[in-house]
């Protein structure tokens, strides 16, 4: 007898009335109109089953400490970092652990479980990665957190910063990461892309950078990432994350660069909600949108994901741990309303971000792990589009948390008595 059957569902793919088997935690069977006897039976009623959401860039560390000690007046991304430098001389292993963990409590709710959080490795203490740590252990049994070793103030700008890095890496930290663009020069910056890719190389790590995250069209240290995969044989295995410049360059430059990164096979993270809200302070108008070049760079053939990257912290005064949200911003950023874009849309938060962090089995197929969210939604675009509601979400084939349908009373002559808000 199975453990638990979904039947009637929807896959993102388009396939209808699709039942999905699930025995000991893992998927044994996607067909069409299975019918078993199971422990437990959940009829998806013809709405969309997908594969959990994964976020491939935040900052949990920082996440839930909006107000503290200040709020970000200009709203500015150097007035983000110089905030968390403020913050952080008054940071407790215990405070950094209880938001997390709440934070957590929020992204399973709504079907996110697996996050890659970049983490503070400026201060010599390393309090940021010892809290995080410990967070990962405590979720564990529900979601996937990967940790980025990241120089926020400079790995080479911060006194001490490589050795910092290093230790955190020792600790247990996945993935190295950088902040080129944050180097006192550019030829700083350039000799910090080299320095980190040779650290993954030799420790076998994952690189995840935020490069390049800038107005100014000349910051162009993504160039310098993708040379150094080419050079050290990291291809698949490097992420440039935010390249808001690419916004501003050329497009000669531009035909130029992303064939190189395609090249590299270098995946991408934009993030919609921060960089329409951070980028282009400096401007009067036409104000720049920010966000990086993602359909040409999806058209080239990368792996381009979207990243929530903050929730109520120095530098974003909003966001709720839905990345339908991020989805939905990066829809409209990008101009990106064809159906196939916006099904890019919904798989640049779910199936881009699962491959960018290397998560194995994922994915609504046999032999992979029994993780899922039922949508109140018929499809990829209407998931975006209402942000739809996690009715279930289940892990390893055991169901984690749900919501109710939203279904509004209607008090108006002559019209239905309530609305589901799927049209059509």
């Known amino acids: 007898m199975l453990d638990l059957l979904i039947t009637h ?26 019918a078993a006897p199971a422990h437990e039976t959940l009829d998806a009623g013809g709405l969309l089953v997908s594969p959990p959401f994964v976020d491939a860039h935040f900052h949990m560390d920082s996440t839930l400490s909006y107000g503290q000690p ?47 959080s970049h983490v503070d490795t400026s201060h010599p203490d390393l309090l940021p990665v010892q809290a995080l ?76 950078m935020h490069c390049d995250e800038s107005d100014d069209p000349h910051s162009r240290h993504v160039e310098t990432l993708a040379f150094e995969t080419q050079r050290l044989g990291l291809h698949g295995r490097v992420t440039g994350s935010h390249l808001t410049s690419m916004h501003s360059m050329d497009n000669y430059y531009v035909s130029k660069l992303i064939p190189l990164m395609a090249e590299a096979q270098l995946g991408v993270v934009a993030n919609p909600l921060i960089n329409i809200t951070l980028q282009g302070r400096h401007d009067t108008y036409p104000k720049r949108r920010g966000m990086t070049r993602v359909p040409e760079l999806m058209a080239a053939g990368l792996t381009v994901a979207f990243g929530h990257d903050c929730v109520l912290d120095p530098w974003y005064s909003g966001g709720s741990g839905d990345m339908l949200e991020a989805a939905h911003m990066g829809m409209h950023i990008g101009q990106m309303t064809s159906q196939a874009a916006m099904r890019q849309c919904f798989d640049a938060v779910t199936t881009h971000p699962a491959k960018l962090l290397g998560l194995e089995g994922y994915g609504l197929v046999p032999g992979a792990h029994a993780d899922f969210v039922l949508l109140h939604a018929r499809n990829p675009a209407e998931a975006i589009r209402l942000r739809a509601t996690r009715l279930a979400v289940y892990r390893r084939g055991k169901k984690l948390a749900g919501s109710p349908a939203p279904v509004a009373a209607l008090h108006l002559a002559g019209r239905p008595t309530g609305v589901d808000f799927l049209a059509g």
């Open 70 to 116: 200040r709020v970000n007046e200009s709203g500015t991304l150097l007035e983000g970092i110089a905030l968390w430098g403020e913050l952080k001389p008054h940071l407790t292993h215990d405070a950094i652990v209880q938001r997390a963990l709440a934070y957590c409590d929020c992204a399973v709710a709504r079907g996110l479980l697996a996050v890659r």
């Open 133 to 208: 740590l410990d967070v990962k252990q405590r979720v564990a049994p529900y979601l996937d957190l990967q940790l980025v070793a990241f120089p926020q103030d400079g790995v080479l700008r911060t006194p001490g910063g490589l050795r910092n890095l290093q230790r955190a890496l020792d600790m247990g930290v996945d993935v190295v990461g950088g902040i080129p663009h944050f180097e006192r020069t550019y030829a700083q910056g350039t000799e910090s892309v080299k320095l980190l890719c040779e650290l993954a190389a030799d420790r076998g790590k994952r690189v995840d």
């Open 9 to 34: 569902a929807t896959l993102p793919d388009g396939r209808t009335n699709v039942s999905i088997a699930v025995q000991d935690g893992r998927i044994v069977e996607v067909t069409e109109g299975l």
